[in-house]
């Protein structure tokens, strides 16, 4: 038996054979009942199901009916429990005050007056039976309007269309001249943007909304018809809508339902198709010219195309090779710089190792310069003084350029910061300073300007839009034809002699230009001289000093450092190096050995690690010792192109490097 829909009696009479009686009673008219001896069994009972309760009004004078109430106030929004009550008096007021109180509580009541017949009592539960059977037909009812709700509800909240029941309002002569939402689901908010529209007139959301959108409003609420469109709803946007309205409810009502999509894109495809019929049926008038006008900008895409493969092949190429020369140099100048600081052999022997170094410096040179070019140099960008830059650099693009080079100065005041590398620059512009006094091999005047200047989208230099700082080197020299100015930034092209350059000044400036997001421009024309434009992107952050210390080497106890390269000769190299600044020296040749001694109990105050090497990278192991040795110092050494995939926050020192440099770095840890 469904307990909820249960239609048992249950009775209260605990005087005398009142509650057998009843049971008697109600048993023989086929009805079950339940009977208890208390107020709080009672209610117990109610909340197992019950059709009725007949009680007395002996059961009820003493007892505590809070609970029974509590369980009346309780009930659903269906149920109107019914009760009949046993009474001396009778249920009139006049005649039984007490009758009052129970009715306030008990609601439903019906009161019987003893003495009573049989069939009285009888009929009065069937009565109350009637009543309740009624109750519980309407909560089915009412259950199924509630899962039609959900349903609908759920439909209504997840559909992609947008959907609106609207009141279309009318004027004293009949004309459509507002609406107000009745109802609107979540994509109705998303296709129009209006938000927490229920209840609100489009008027007083939209002023400027279309009259257009009342009358065909306004005709669906008055005739009844459906009406499927799309219409364009500028006021709210410049949206093109797929709209379907159709009337709901009582004709004078004049309500309307509402399904709509928004189509602005497909209007916008529809519109740009329409364009390139028209378009391509002007174009069938001039085919010829067309073609031959395509064809050309094809052959020139082409050559640019090669043209960037070919220095992005030689970019790859450079920056392989570069690695693996640096990785040469690092043990030769290690080297040679501790043979020189040892005073080794004569004079004779000093001024041989001194030339190798200088040459060694110039292969090192070389190779940055060919990073450079291939945009893979680390570059230590920060916010600097391009202005500031320059003016330090004044007495040295002096001197550097001669006697017979005149040299001017244009710095703007209050240049804004930009995005550098201070030592990358200084070397780009001195780069610049000795191509154009080559250029004036007779004399002539150079000037260097800074000043900032705002770039806006489809410039011919292919910047991003935003604010630049623009540094230009012009010289009064030779110049050169655009098919020169077109190789000038290639790799190894030089128009000086054999042997007076090694045409990778422009192309190191150019890449360094497109590493730090900015670009190069090169004007020349034969005997009228060239400009170089360097652009270079304006940055928020503040210039910030920072001194680099010199690191005296000494011969004290430093403790213990682990060296870590797969290279035997540059690990050899840095080894002697560290042991000769006074650390006691373990060397591993790989990652996973390293963490052997990290994992051990070995003292270790220092970790110089490479960066790429097989099995376990520097960055890698770095991050172990973090963690298992938090008070170990580390610095990474690597070459120039291994830059990627080092931590931002692990110091690094690129090869190849003398003692000294090795020594300045291990300072600032």
């Known amino acids: 038996m469904n307990l909820l829909l249960s239609e048992r009696a249950v009775i209260l009479a605990p005087g005398g054979r009142d509650s057998s009686i009843a049971a008697t009673l109600l048993r023989d008219a086929g009805l079950t009942s339940a009977v208890t001896s208390s107020l709080d069994e009672l209610v117990s009972e109610l909340e197992r199901g019950a ?5 007395t009004e002996d059961g009820l004078r003493s007892a505590n009916l809070v609970p029974l109430a509590h369980w009346l106030d309780r009930q659903p929004e269906w149920s109107d429990f019914p009760f009949v009550l046993l009474t001396q008096k009778g249920g009139g007021i006049e005649r039984n005050p007490a009758a009052k109180r129970l009715l306030d509580i008990l609601g439903n009541v019906t009161f019987l007056e003893r003495p009573f017949h049989p069939t009285t009592l009888v009929s009065l539960a069937q009565s109350a039976l009637r009543g309740r059977r009624r109750q519980y037909d309407a909560r089915s009812r ?11 509800r759920s439909l209504f909240e997840s559909i992609d269309a947008g959907f609106c029941i609207i009141d279309v309002i009318f004027d004293s002569q009949g004309m459509p001249v507002d609406y107000v939402f009745v109802e609107a689901n979540p994509a109705f908010v998303r296709q129009t943007g209006l938000v927490n529209a229920v209840g609100k007139s489009i008027r007083s959301m939209v002023p400027g909304h279309e009259q ?18 799309e219409e364009h709803a500028k006021a709210l946007g410049d949206i093109w809508y ?49 073609v031959q006008e395509r064809t050309r900008a094809l052959e020139l895409a082409q050559d640019a195309l090669r043209q960037s493969q070919k220095l992005e092949a030689m970019g790859q ?10 990785n040469l140099l690092t043990p030769i100048v290690g080297s040679l710089d501790l043979l020189r600081r040892k005073g080794v052999g004569t004079d004779r022997e000093q001024r041989l190792i001194e030339g190798a170094i200088k040459s060694a410096d110039r292969a090192r040179t070389l190779v940055q310069r060919l990073l450079a070019f291939a945009r ?41 910061p930009a995005k550098a590398d201070a030592n990358q620059i200084e070397m780009a512009l001195l780069n610049l300073a ?58 190894f092209f030089t128009t000086k002699g054999i042997g007076q350059g090694t045409g990778l000044g422009l192309s190191m400036v150019h890449g360094l230009a497109a590493q730090l997001g900015g670009g190069l421009a090169i004007d020349s024309e034969i005997g009228r001289g060239t400009t170089v434009h360097l652009w270079l992107p304006v940055t928020d952050a503040c210039p910030v000093a920072e001194p680099v210390p010199d690191a005296a080497i000494s011969q004290q106890d430093r403790g213990v450092v682990l060296v870590v390269d797969d290279e035997d000769l540059v690990r050899a190299s840095t080894a002697h190096m560290l042991g000769e600044m006074g650390y006691s020296v373990l060397e591993a040749n790989s990652g996973e050995a390293a963490i052997q001694l990290l994992d051990g109990a070995q003292t270790i105050d220092l970790l110089v690690t ?60």
């Open 51 to 55: 059709g009725f309760a007949l009680m």
């Open 142 to 152: 009412l259950d199924e309007l509630h899962r039609g709700a959900a349903k609908y």
């Open 212 to 229: 257009h959108w009342f009358d065909i409003y306004g005709a669906v609420a008055k005739t009844g018809d459906h009406a499927r469109f």
């Open 242 to 290: 797929d709209v379907y309205a159709f009337r709901v409810g009582d004709p004078s009502a004049a309500r309307v339902a509402i399904l709509f999509n928004d189509i602005s894109e497909r209007r916008k495809m529809d519109n740009a198709l329409q364009e390139s019929q028209n378009r391509l049926r002007r174009l069938n008038d001039t085919l010829e010219d067309r």
């Open 317 to 326: 190429l450079t920056g392989g090779v570069a690695h693996d020369f640096n």
């Open 376 to 416: 893979r140099q680390p570059l230590q960008a920060t916010a600097i003084n391009v202005g500031t830059l320059v003016n330090e650099m004044r007495d040295l693009i002096i001197s550097t350029c001669g006697p017979r080079i005149q040299v001017l100065f244009d710095i703007a005041d209050d240049l804004k």
């Open 434 to 491: 000795v191509n154009a006094r080559d250029a004036m091999e007779t004399g002539g005047t150079l000037t260097i300007s800074v000043e900032e200047r705002p770039v806006h989208r489809n410039n011919a230099v292919g910047l991003a839009e935003g604010e630049y700082v623009l540094l230009c080197v012009a010289d009064t020299g030779s110049g050169m034809d655009q098919d020169t100015v077109a190789k000038a930034i290639e790799p």
């Open 610 to 669: 490479d960066h790429l090497m097989p099995g376990i990278t520097g960055t890698d192991l770095a991050l172990h010792s973090r963690r298992v040795r938090p008070e170990v110092r580390v610095l990474i050494i690597s070459g120039y192109a291994e830059a990627k995939g080092i931590a931002l926050d692990l110091p690094r020192l690129p090869k190849p490097f003398k003692q000294s440099d090795l020594a300045d770095s291990l300072a600032r840890l």
